[in-house]
């Protein structure tokens, strides 16, 4: 799990991450990996710059990464991407009400994994840039929609 390099990365520490954002990933991955329901293949950046409009179906997925999971963690691209400057947590909590009654899911999964996803790719981008370039808002966002 690339949030075990953290820690190596800074020392013993978590750098610009709060160490309890790190730990609490940690918590949810421990608890959310080993009560998976349904196991299938997903797409892995289902976001929407890659669902087009095409002839043949009424849309397309395009550049599928190929994931094996639940189908909770289908939906963390979409809710990701395209997010306004004002309001995110109210445009979440849409998105999240929305998707999850859409598709039958699970909310507290969802958040659960987007949770976790928003510190990963928070560390990917330290990782890659040095940086958390503000993407250390989003864990919070989904820890107080868990908390509702």
Not at 23 to 47: F, I, N, S, V
Not at 71 to 80: Q, R
Not at 137 to 148: A, I
Request: charged share 30%.
């Amino acid at each position: 799990m690339g949030l075990k390099k953290i820690r190596p990365h800074f020392k013993g520490e978590t750098g610009p991450i709060p160490e309890q954002m790190v730990e609490r990933a940690m918590q949810w991955y421990k608890k959310l990996l080993p009560t998976q329901k349904e196991l299938c293949l997903l797409h892995g950046d289902l976001h929407h710059e890659n669902i087009l409009r095409a002839e043949r179906e009424p849309w397309l997925a395009i550049d599928p990464k190929g994931l094996i999971g639940e189908t909770e963690y289908e939906v963390i691209p979409f809710l990701l991407n395209h997010l306004p400057e004002d309001g995110v947590e109210e445009v979440m909590k849409q998105r999240v009400d929305g998707l999850t009654k859409a598709l039958s899911l699970q909310k507290e999964r969802v958040l659960a994994w987007a949770y976790c996803h928003s510190v990963l790719s928070a560390w990917w981008f330290i990782e890659d840039f040095g940086v958390d370039g503000g993407r250390l808002v989003m864990p919070g966002v989904f820890e107080r929609l868990l908390n509702e």
